[in-house]
């Protein structure tokens, strides 16, 4: 059973960081690519960043590029996302994501394994 964890949510100033930490158990992990959604509060789950399976390719929503990065420790079957100069409106929960399929991109669609959440508080 294909299960996710994540961890280091929590309350922050605006203009300071977090790092979310997602661990990945159940499966080969380095298959797999994987990433962050977020969900606000009244709004849709949207996309935040993915990596590919071996860490070549990443992607970022436009309202996080140059502000967050996504990584990955195969060996230790985990994915980070380093959230620097974080805005109010980064407020959400943060949801870890992998892809069903080996070798294909994470849509966030049905063939998406997804963590329980971690909440990120932004402070004015």
């Known amino acids: 059973q294909v299960q996710l964890v994540e961890s280091g949510g929590g309350l922050v100033q605006a203009g300071g960081s977090l790092r979310l930490s997602c661990a990945v158990s159940?499966?080969?992990?380095?298959?797999?690519?994987s990433g962050w959604f977020r969900q606000a509060p009244g709004k849709e789950r949207e996309f935040v960043a993915r990596l590919s399976w071996n860490g070549g390719t990443t992607s970022y929503a436009d309202s996080v590029k140059g502000r967050f990065t996504i990584s990955r420790d195969n060996a230790k079957n985990m994915v980070f996302l380093q959230m620097n100069s974080l805005k109010p409106e980064d407020t959400a929960v943060y949801y870890c994501?992998?892809?069903?399929?080996?070798?294909?991109?994470?849509?966030?669609?049905?063939?998406?394994?997804w963590g329980q959440g971690t909440q990120v508080t932004v402070s004015s």
């Open positions: 994501a992998t892809s069903r399929t080996p070798f294909r991109s994470l849509s966030g669609a049905e063939d998406t394994y």
């Open positions: 159940g499966r080969t992990f380095s298959r797999y690519s």
